[in-house]
């Protein structure tokens, strides 16, 4: 990559922890004024590289960084900001009031400092941003702007959504923290969802301890109908991937390490069966598919509205589900749930999965075909309607972020933070073991 085309380098007082930072705001060691400067001047230099956001506006630093600021996925309406749908010619909407998860925010203190990207209709294959961090993997998911934004150190939090991995992998991708939360549908109240039944809005912070400070000092686990509960000194886990399918060698190792790092630290694993929790990919697909037919086949039919091929192609591919088998797979999508919440309450507290079966797709490259068997490894915490963590937690060869997915029961987002910071805290070791075992 030429250095022109590589994004400036992130100021280090964008970066510092949320927590440390209060402290410096606290103490007088931080000019808000000298920050927010600096941070103006970071996003006018970053974004043109970087194109995270889609709607920000210089007055919108003005409580910054006295406030902690987040920006909205553009199918999250925010009042007074346009809402695109990530949808390059003829459709804007102008909403005159906040979709419920931004107006919750608001009303804790958080200050919008604009909208960020998203793929076309959520669906379309092109990224309209690029990796602040790693400039030659690729942004890969929906809420692609929610990582990039912060990634660049343009906002604290960013509020992305997720039907089928489309968090996830952006925050990953980008070296950053996600969490999708326990499906409500309260949350989802002016979000235009690709899939109703399998969407929630999810939380992206620049690390798992930011996410935690924000959870429990500034009451995002209330304000967005969670709980806080000290959690289990010893976690019962088990890491698995799907027997018989293809893994990549890094990927293996990664999840070895993270199963063997666990136990070392006083956790315990559990051999759990998971035959049918494989089994949930393809009704999940095929689930998500109709749902997103459903729910953007009507913007395509407004006036001046074009899309891509590629979105079409996607929009178009749930039109042959048909109501009865709809209906199937929402039964289905039931017992999906009945079998990972008892999974999660009887036998685990959490489930560990790869994100993927390969590496982080790289830009510039092909990416691989849809891997096969069962589908897409995220999907299952969709269809069960579970919450999420994703987390980066080392490098692969070729230099792109690894991370795994972390799996619990229903309200149980409290956990996931304390899974999430745990699994933060032993980064070190779990690269350290990957390392050994590699060399051994």
């Not at 666990?262 to 494989?278: I, M, N, S, T």
């Not at 982080?360 to 995220?378: F, S």
Request: hydrophobic share 40%; charged share 20%; aromatic share 4%.
């Amino acid at each position: 990559m030429l250095a022109q085309d590589r994004p400036p380098a992130i100021p280090p007082a964008l970066l510092l922890p949320l927590a440390e930072r209060q402290q410096q705001l606290d103490t007088g060691g931080l000019d808000p004024a000298a920050h927010r400067a600096e941070l103006l001047d970071h996003i006018r230099r970053a974004d043109p590289h970087v194109r995270a956001f889609t709607d920000w506006r210089p007055a919108d630093l003005a409580p910054v960084p006295d406030r902690i600021s987040v920006s909205y996925k553009d199918t999250i309406h925010v009042a007074g900001r346009p809402t695109r749908l990530g949808i390059r010619s003829g459709y804007r909407d102008y909403p005159v009031e906040s979709a419920e998860v931004a107006a919750r925010l608001e009303r804790r203190g958080l200050h919008c400092v604009g909208k960020v990207t998203t793929t076309e209709c959520a669906l379309g294959t092109a990224k309209p941003s690029r990796n602040p961090r790693y400039p030659h993997v690729s942004t890969a998911g929906s809420s692609c702007g929610s990582a990039v934004a912060v990634a660049a150190g343009f906002c604290d939090l960013s509020v992305g959504s997720d039907s089928g991995g489309s968090l996830r992998w952006p925050a990953v991708y980008c070296g950053v923290t996600a969490l999708r939360l326990t499906p409500r549908p309260a949350l989802l109240a002016g979000v235009h969802a690709v899939s109703p039944s399998m969407e929630s809005v999810g939380l992206v912070t620049r690390t798992a301890a930011d996410l935690g400070w924000l959870w429990r000092r500034h009451g995002l686990a209330e304000c967005l109908g969670g709980t806080v509960t000290p959690p289990p000194r010893q976690l019962r886990y088990a890491v698995a991937a799907p027997p018989g399918e293809p893994l990549h060698p890094q990927v293996g190792a990664l999840l070895a390490a993270v199963g063997t790092v666990l136990a070392e630290h006083g956790h315990r694993p559990v051999a759990a069966r998971l035959d049918q929790v494989w089994a949930l990919r393809a009704p999940a697909g095929e689930l998500l598919a109709r749902e997103a037919h459903d729910s953007y086949a009507p913007v395509l039919d407004e006036p001046g509205v074009t899309v891509g091929p590629d979105t079409l192609a996607a929009i178009r591919r749930g039109a042959g589900t048909d109501d009865a088998r709809h209906a199937e797979l929402r039964e289905g999508q039931d017992r999906a749930q009945a079998l990972l919440t008892a999974l999660l309450g009887e036998q685990l507290d959490v489930l560990v999965l790869p994100l993927e079966a390969g590496l982080p797709d790289l830009v510039g490259v092909p990416a691989p075909p849809a891997p096969g068997g069962g589908g897409e490894l995220t999907l299952i915490a969709n269809y069960a309607r579970l919450p999420v963590l994703a987390i980066p937690l080392a490098l692969s060869e070729q230099g792109s972020p690894l991370g795994v997915q972390v799996l619990a029961a229903p309200g149980a987002d409290d956990l996931l933070v304390a899974a999430a910071e745990t699994l933060e805290q032993l980064a070190g070791s779990i690269t350290h073991t990957m390392r050994r075992t590699a060399n051994a």
